[in-house]
């Protein structure tokens, strides 16, 4: 016991298609990337002692409200002393790539295992969508949930399906910048939209949100299809609906405009972002390498993500 230490790690993800729709009750497709959020727990000395990259506040809440309430451990405060928890991670943050999400399903296994828990993964799951409130208000859950499972899934009203595809087509992810609003102000925005008084804009966002759902419908055939040619228009009609319900910023915009103009298609692929950049967009080509070289000529950041990553798992 005295030199036992814990080690969970939960990866981010990547919206392929159903953002904002998926809070409405429409599916979404996400897929796991390979960088990961990673919980250590060990013996400290008085009381316990937290080191994390993380927002503090969001750490704090999930230690001391919500896990102990909803799991029922360390009801005791006392029983929580003599700990160090340390939380690192690899998922950059405010650029939709789940990294709350992660923290949240992390640190409730982490804690699970510490405590001599089942890993019961519903259990699991609720806790971290509860965690998740704090931070996005009205969440779908469908971040925790593909955190937590891993793979590729298809989410729709709490429940999910695994996409089965041998592969996904190779996307280029390139970085418009870090959004200046929470995924919680972006969700407000269009939930704004959604219960306005006017009865006209009101029937707008319905009926884009519907729409978004058909899209996430078609594209998860063509994925299993690999009609590369439909996925491009259909990313493409993705991202209109996207800029019309109004969460993709000028910055994206542009960028996706002129990654349209060489002949591919390029999406937002989370909360997005207004006032500076919506975070990170999916982006594809038949040759990938035409994004790559578009994204070196004008400075932009691209990331290389492995999908399909492995969910919630024990690293020792
Ligand atoms: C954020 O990653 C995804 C949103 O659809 C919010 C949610 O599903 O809770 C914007």
């Given at each position: 016991m005295a030199h036992k230490i814990i080690k969970v790690s939960a990866p981010g993800k990547i919206i392929l298609s159903g953002e904002h729709s998926v809070v409405y009750g429409q599916p979404a497709i996400l897929t796991a990337i390979n960088k990961r959020l990673y919980v250590e727990i060990k013996k400290g000395r008085g009381s316990t002692k937290i080191i994390t990259d993380q927002n503090p506040e969001l750490v704090h809440h999930a230690l001391?409200?919500?896990?102990?309430?909803?799991a029922g451990i360390y009801t005791n405060k006392k029983m929580f002393n003599n700990l160090k928890i340390t939380i690192r991670s690899e998922i950059p943050v405010n650029r939709g790539l789940g990294s709350s999400a992660a923290l949240a399903v992390a640190l409730t296994?982490?804690?699970?295992?510490?405590?001599?828990?089942?890993?019961?993964?519903?259990l699991i799951n609720q806790i971290a969508f509860e965690i998740e409130k704090?931070?996005?208000?009205?969440?779908?859950g469908a971040d925790n949930t593909i955190a937590l499972h891993g793979g590729t899934i298809i989410f729709q009203k709490g429940k999910i399906k695994r996409l089965k595809v041998s592969h996904l087509p190779q996307f280029v992810f390139i970085d418009s910048g870090l959004a200046s609003e929470t995924t919680r102000e972006m969700v407000k925005i269009v939930n704004a939209k959604?219960?306005?008084?006017?009865?006209?804009?009101?029937?707008?966002?319905?009926?884009?949100?519907?729409?978004?759902?058909?899209?996430?419908?078609?594209?998860?055939?063509?994925?299993?299809?690999?009609?590369?040619?439909?996925?491009?228009?259909?990313i493409r009609e993705n991202e209109r609906l996207l800029e019309e319900l109004g969460v993709v910023g000028e910055k994206a915009k542009r960028i996706i405009k002129e990654i349209e103009s060489l002949g591919g298609a390029a999406k937002i692929c989370g909360a997005g972002g207004l006032k500076k950049g919506s975070g990170i967009l999916l982006c594809?080509?038949?040759?990938?390498?035409?994004?790559?070289?578009?994204?070196?000529?004008?400075?932009?950041?691209?990331?290389?993500?492995?999908?399909g990553a492995e969910g919630l798992r024990n690293e020792n």
């Open positions: 001391f409200n919500v896990i102990p309430a909803k296994g982490a804690l699970l295992r510490w405590f001599n828990q089942k890993w019961n993964k519903k704090k931070q996005h208000g009205n969440p779908s959604i219960k306005n008084q006017n009865a006209k804009l009101q029937f707008k966002i319905q009926n884009l949100i519907n729409n978004l759902g058909k899209v996430t419908a078609q594209c998860i055939k063509t994925l299993k299809e690999k009609n590369s040619n439909q996925l491009k228009f259909l594809y080509h038949q040759n990938p390498q035409v994004l790559l070289n578009f994204a070196q000529k004008s400075h932009l950041k691209n990331y290389q993500l492995k999908l």
